[in-house]
């Protein structure tokens, strides 16, 4: 079983920086690929970022590609998302979730191949 605790949400001003934490325990040696989700009010969850943590391979939605990145620290079982150059459509509340195993390319930023998720931290970015 695996458990993970986000950190790091906040408010910031357009054009501003957070830097979002997610904490990993239990069987984390088995979590094959971690990711940063966000569901705003009235939308449906996206993903934003994923990283294999087999190989640090990262892959990055269209709209978040330039500005987020995605790290992970392996002696700390943590997987931080950067995010600059924040925008209003940034506002959401960001999950972290964990995949065990393998997992097809066409299904990386689809929730439903995620079984592990933290309670979410909020970010919110004014004009």
């Known amino acids: 079983q695996v458990q993970l605790v986000e950190s790091g949400g906040g408010s910031v001003q357009a054009g501003g920086s957070l830097r979002l934490s997610c904490a990993a325990s239990?069987?984390?040696?088995?979590?094959?690929?971690m990711a940063w989700f966000r569901q705003a009010p009235g939308k449906e969850r996206e993903g934003v970022a994923l990283?294999?943590?087999?190989?640090?391979?990262?892959y990055y939605a269209d709209s978040v590609k330039g500005r987020f990145t995605i790290a992970q620290d392996n002696a700390k079982n943590t997987v931080y998302l950067q995010m600059n150059s924040l925008k209003p459509e940034d506002t959401a509340m960001y999950y972290c979730?964990?995949?065990?195993?393998?997992?097809?390319?066409?299904?990386?930023?689809?929730?439903?191949?995620?079984?592990?998720w933290g309670q979410g931290t909020q970010v919110t970015v004014s004009s």
């Open positions: 990283i294999s943590t087999d190989y640090d391979s990262t």
């Open positions: 239990g069987y984390t040696d088995s979590s094959n690929y």
């Open positions: 979730a964990a995949h065990r195993g393998m997992m097809f390319a066409s299904r990386r930023f689809s929730s439903s191949s995620y079984s592990y």
